[in-house]
């Protein structure tokens, strides 16, 4: 693994036993708090999400979701803590729309981050789950300086969000989002963090924040049901893998999107080569965007609730059929594939590792920004859009119904080697996040890039309708070498954009961790 770095960037890679990365400086110490008290790595990781909840609420909120993959020192676990729709969400109330509304109550499916902490902290975590909130309270009531990335995320939603039920009373202190360096303060946040923690998350399920939740969803014209949130339960679903150049490389299983990066690994696997050409090259590039177009045709045509998908992740991982998706790929252009036919068969991420072994890959969201853009006036809840991640046309795996998870975008991952942990890591960002998870298997796995330099090198990203972003730290080079491979390339500034995602890595190294975080974002990698 490099030490060095051939990339533009202000971080070198974090060398500790005991580590926590995210993406805001604030919520990173709450997370090392914990392991400074005697916790493991899921407190780390618990303390660290309910923190993010207070001091970045541009990308999650108490009303989000959350999946989680951890190696408790044994074996590796998955946690799907995904919301399902209301039983109201009839396809004949989304009849009329062409697409999914993206803000709003008709986008809010019962959130699930809340049963995630509870779920990691009751089965791993060693300190009390109510000693995990301690700084995210402290940050909601006493107050915190917005950090200049988030603030300016802030800025952007606030121009859209305003008029949403519950916004502007909730993030907008006196008419307006916090600029960089403002104390922000939301007592009622830390009035529900509280309650959550004193119950063990049961108020937010069964009590007095789900009796509000529904009241508000009435008054706003909902179906959000108090039965809809006592009948929600994260589910402890292990993971889908790959084998890959002597890895596993593990996702969480659908109804999110980590199986595309798996496919096109797979894909770039049986098409060999890669990796006997640099990362960087037009040539290696241009073979994961190809790969990654293949997967995405797979993903948007099959997968959804698993419980609703009409082929297994299995068979979309076959080897003959990656093998036969693999000769589509075309080393002299680009291609504009279709879905395959297999055999039958605004988001924060964070990641702790401790010095006992117990590593954690956890992933939060809101979605869109502040997520439907709806806040439960009085209590700081936040609410995920989710729903729009439906397709309102029947007869497809993912349409819109009743009691039935959406199709996700955010996905932790995780690597072993010989069944034993490797690296922990993950990508927000939409759709860049499989992307993502490819782009940092093959930098790190592939090409000994210490998680840093990985983290730190240009992104690229396949848009939708094919057409492929790259960052304006990407060679000039490189870019017209794509153009000549008939790539319709667009060149974004990437420091500053979001749409590139945010990394955040922790890999194994002797008996202890090598950390990077996104240079991108306000994050930090904190350990000792």
Avoid at 141 to 169: D, K, M, N, T
Avoid at 269 to 292: N, V
Avoid at 451 to 456: C, K, L, M, T, V
């Amino acid at each position: 693994m490099t030490q060095d770095s051939r990339y533009l960037s202000v971080r070198q890679p974090l060398l500790a036993r005991n580590v926590v990365a995210t993406s805001q400086p604030l919520a990173a110490q709450a997370g090392l708090r914990m392991l400074w008290a005697g916790g493991n790595a899921v407190d780390a990781a618990v303390a660290t999400a309910i923190a993010l909840t207070v001091v970045e609420p541009t990308s999650n909120g108490i009303g989000s979701d959350a999946f989680a993959i951890l190696w408790d020192g044994e074996a590796l676990h998955g946690l799907n803590a995904s919301g399902r729709s209301p039983a109201g969400w009839t396809p004949e109330r989304f009849a009329n729309l062409q697409t999914m509304p993206q803000r709003g109550w008709d986008t809010v499916t019962v959130p699930g981050a809340v049963s995630a902490w509870r779920a990691l902290s009751e089965r791993f975590g060693r300190l009390p789950f109510r000693d995990l909130f301690e700084p995210a309270i402290a940050y909601a009531r006493e107050g915190y300086a917005v950090s200049p990335v988030i603030a300016r995320s802030w800025q952007r939603a606030a121009e859209v969000l305003h008029h949403q039920p519950g916004f502007a009373e909730a993030f907008m202190p006196g008419g307006s989002a916090p600029t960089a360096g403002q104390t922000f303060r939301l007592p009622a946040m830390a009035d529900t963090l509280s309650r959550i923690a004193e119950t063990g998350g049961e108020d937010f399920y069964l009590g007095d924040l789900a009796r509000r939740m529904v009241d508000f969803s009435n008054r706003c014209g909902g179906v959000m049901s108090l039965e809809d949130l006592a009948g929600h339960q994260a589910d402890w679903c292990g993971t889908v893998s790959l084998e890959w150049y002597g890895y596993e490389i593990h996702e969480i299983p659908p109804n999110g999107q980590g199986i595309a990066a798996l496919i096109a690994l797979g894909i770039l696997q049986e098409f060999g080569g890669l990796d006997r050409i640099s990362p960087d090259s037009p040539e290696s590039i241009h073979l994961q965007i190809e790969a990654m177009k293949l997967a995405f045709a797979d993903l948007h045509q099959y997968v959804a609730d698993a419980d609703h998908m009409e082929v297994t992740p299995a068979s979309l991982l076959d080897g003959a059929y990656l093998r036969g998706r693999a000769w589509l790929i075309d080393r002299s252009r680009a291609a504009q594939p279709e879905f395959g036919m297999p055999p039958n068969s605004g988001t924060v991420y964070l990641t702790a590792a401790d010095e006992r072994g117990m590593m954690v890959s956890f992933i939060q969201s809101n979605y869109m920004g502040f997520g439907s853009g709806v806040v439960v006036p009085g209590t700081g809840i936040s609410l995920q859009n989710r729903g729009c991640g439906f397709r309102s046309q029947p007869g497809h795996a993912n349409s819109v119904g009743p009691r039935k998870r959406p199709f996700h975008t955010i996905i932790p991952g995780f690597v072993t080697q010989g069944g034993q942990p490797a690296m922990s890591f993950g990508v927000m960002g939409g759709a860049m996040q499989a992307q993502g998870h490819l782009q940092m298997a093959i930098r790190v796995l592939l090409n000994g890039q210490n998680p840093q330099e990985a983290a730190d090198a240009p992104r690229w990203q396949v848009m939708e309708g094919g057409s492929v972003a790259v960052e304006t730290a990407m060679p000039p080079t490189v870019v017209e070498r794509l153009r000549t491979l008939g790539h319709e390339v667009e060149v974004q500034p990437g420091w500053t954009n979001q749409a590139f995602g945010g990394a955040q890595l922790i890999r194994r190294n002797g008996d202890g961790y090598v950390a990077g975080t996104e240079s991108r974002k306000d994050g930090a990698a904190v350990g000792f």
